[in-house]
């Protein structure tokens, strides 16, 4: 039996058996169960004293030792290398380089520690380390926060009242741009043996190529799909024009008691909730039709949460799967085709209309027009009058239309500049006592000026080595670079935030803040980070009390 036990099970039953056996019998058990004399006689004191292990096969300690006990500070040179960008030294190569095993490895080799890129793996998942894409929340989660979701609450109660009612409700967006000609397409369809579809070796763009533009526009209600394929550009007055062209074939056919059509849209491209010609041309629409229409917008980096995407345009995409384009008459009857056994039915037209490019609407071009914002996220749910302009109609209040940030660009007013400085520096930011932030101040900074031309000197590189007065003067007050080094060593806050209080470039708050950290520890106010990562600098009013600056006193050129 000892080639079907482990190594535990085996050992306990060859000192059984020799105990059973009695004196004198370890010997021909070890010959026979093919061990040494050694193992029975472990076998035996584990079942004499019952220290064998249970849950696991060896006791605890056994085997070599950990390789941050064998090498130590490996983990700290490391996570050095691994920081984020935004805490790095601007002047390091690896910041540039890929950071693989291998290259943390060979680096980790030229600091004097000898280990494999394999161990390197092993020792970055045993710290809680793991390969990650991007994430895209920037303009998204983080800027528009809780009010995300109740965007997405609003866009659902809103689209059911409307259905109650009778009235329609459509999904539109823009499918992607498809090429025309014999070029290849992705997917595979059934085909004769060795007989596949012959297309172009590259799928390479000229400008005689011809290229289709689908604007989807999903009836909701009806469970129908229609889609206005142009040849032209995806703008607003294409967007606009496909609308208008679904009313007119099919919606005031399938809705003759309508008055009020709601469109749910993508916050950008051709529909994009901050297009101001988007909404002029719609009022046009609301005039011609004679109907009220309310727009409600997706949050920006949520298009694959619309309808349309996976109601309509995956069905296209799966459709024409293995089949060039060669014509238009090819997508137009592609589309036409599209169904599924429960999904919609599907209705393509040709668009030969020119849709040009560079059309801009004004910023006051809107004023005049009837359009009703709402209380909650007036720049994401409006509705439009089938009114004339109003001149004389008062001008809306636009800070209702965009989310509004405590810092939308960098301060321009000294005094407001240092009311936020002067919150910066309170104990609760900093973690450092007012009285002992205030005492080595002056300290610091003489240490600072000090250092300053030294390492000017030695980012020369072998270069002339006089020194430079304008090249280690201070090019921001130094009261507002330690409190800068607070916020991004100690709440991680990225440069890009902090060059919004501070007029310096991105590169030049990593150099102060990477010269200036570790003096805080030589003067004995190490900065201690905290467990969460703050990534805008108006998060910070979530735990203090800053002051929201006043619009007018941001920087223009900023």
Known sequence: MSEYLDEKILRLSAG???????????????????VSGGTVAAGLRDLADGSAPVERVRRAGAGRAPIETSHPGLWAALDALIEPEERGDPEKPLRWTVKSTRT???????????????????????????????????????????????????????????????????SADTKKKELIGNFDRPGSTWRPYQDPVEVADHTFATTST??????????????????????????????TASIR????????????????????????????????????????????????????HLPPGTSKWNKIEHRLFAQISSNWRGRPLTSIDVVISSIAATTTRTGPSMQAVLDEHDHPTGERGSRDQPD?????????????????????????????????????HP?????????????????????????????????????????????RPQRAINSRAGRPTHVNQREHALTAPFEHLMPATILHERHH???????????????????????????????????????TKTRKIEHLQLDIALPHPNPATRDATT
């Not at 570790?518 to 980070?529: A, K």
């Open 245 to 296: 062209r679904w009313w007119l074939e099919s919606g005031r056919t399938g809705y003759p008691k309508a008055t009020r059509p709601l469109i749910v849209a993508d916050a950008g491209g051709s529909n994009a909730a901050r297009s101001l010609l988007f909404k002029t041309l719609l009022h046009r629409l609301a005039m011609e039709t004679g109907l009220e229409i309310t727009v409600c």
């Open 368 to 404: 005049p027009l009837p359009i009703t914002f709402d209380d909650f996220r007036g720049e994401w749910n409006h509705r439009i009058a089938p009114t004339p302009p109003d001149p004389d109609r008062p001008r809306p209040d636009r800070q209702h239309r965009r989310p509004q």
């Open 407 to 451: 810092v939308p660009g960098l301060i321009a007013d000294p005094a407001e500049r240092a009311t936020w400085i002067r919150a910066l520096t309170t104990p609760e930011i900093t973690g450092i006592p007012t009285e002992e932030w205030t005492a080595p101040a002056t300290h610091l900074e003489q240490t600072y000026r000090q250092l």
């Open 210 to 239: 011809a290229t289709a533009a689908p604007y989807g526009i999903y009836d909701i209600a009806a469970d129908q799909g229609f889609a206005n394929v142009g040849l032209s550009h995806d703008t607003p007055a294409f967007a």
């Open 16 to 34: 059984a058996l020799a105990r059973a056996l009695g004196e004198g019998s370890a010997r021909a058990v070890a010959i026979a169960a093919g």
């Open 104 to 170: 943390l490895a060979d680096e980790l080799g030229r600091q004097g520690f000898a280990i494999s890129h394999m161990t390197v793996g092993h020792l970055l998942r045993a710290h809680g380390y793991s390969l990650r894409a991007t994430s895209k929340v920037l303009e998204g989660k983080v800027v528009h926060g809780p009010d995300r979701d109740r965007q997405f609450r609003h866009v659902n109660d809103t689209a059911d009242a409307f259905l109650t009612d009778g009235q329609p409700v459509i």
């Open 493 to 531: 806050l990225p440069a890009t935030q902090i060059s919004r209080l501070i007029k310096l470039t991105n590169s030049n708050v990593n150099r102060h803040v990477t010269a200036l950290a570790p003096l805080f520890t030589t003067h004995g106010q190490p900065i201690i980070p905290t467990s």
